[in-house]
């Protein structure tokens, strides 16, 4: 114990003092990015609301003649898929979940790699039904940033 105090001289304090001090910036400069990702998305939920339930309405009216339209649907698929990873980068939850979702259902879908995937009506619309999740989920998400969550 003697030998100990003997060694914190006012000198090792101050190292260590200053290994405290980087640890923490380093720890406060990481904490900071998460931050900005998190007022951005905030800031931004009207404008993905307003995109996604876009995209989800015009493939709605789409899918009306499938057969027609496919090559219509697999545009608004990818400008989805644009819209949904900007979201991803931000969101959380819940949220989150349901976008990877999506993302994932239009991935496959678009694919040239899964050629087993039937490129039907079916699989049109249960992309469509997970877009239809993620503007709920939004929407959602939108209500409890105006209460104060």
């Known amino acids: 114990m003697d030998e100990f105090l003997q060694l914190l001289t006012l000198n090792n304090f101050g190292s260590w003092a200053s290994i405290a ?3 923490t910036t380093v720890v406060t400069f990481l904490m900071l990015f998460g931050i900005k990702k998190k007022f951005l998305f905030r800031s931004s939920v009207d404008d993905h609301l307003a ?3 876009e995209i989800s309405s015009d ?4 899918l ?4 027609k339209n496919q090559k219509d649907i ?10 949904l990873r900007a979201m991803q980068r931000g969101a959380n939850g819940d949220l989150v979940a349901d976008i990877k979702k999506s993302r994932k259902l239009i991935r496959r879908y678009t694919s040239k790699i899964h050629f ?4 039907d009506e079916n699989s049109a619309r249960e992309i469509k039904t ?6 709920a989920e939004l929407y ?5 940033l105006v209460i104060g969550k």
């Open 21 to 23: 001090g980087l640890l």
């Open 51 to 53: 995109k996604i339930s």
């Open 59 to 62: 493939i709605s009216s789409l």
């Open 64 to 67: 009306q003649s499938f057969s």
């Open 74 to 83: 697999e545009e608004l698929f990818a400008l989805a898929e644009v819209e």
């Open 116 to 119: 087993w995937v039937n490129r």
């Open 130 to 135: 997970g877009l239809s999740v993620v503007s």
């Open 140 to 144: 959602h998400h939108k209500k409890s």
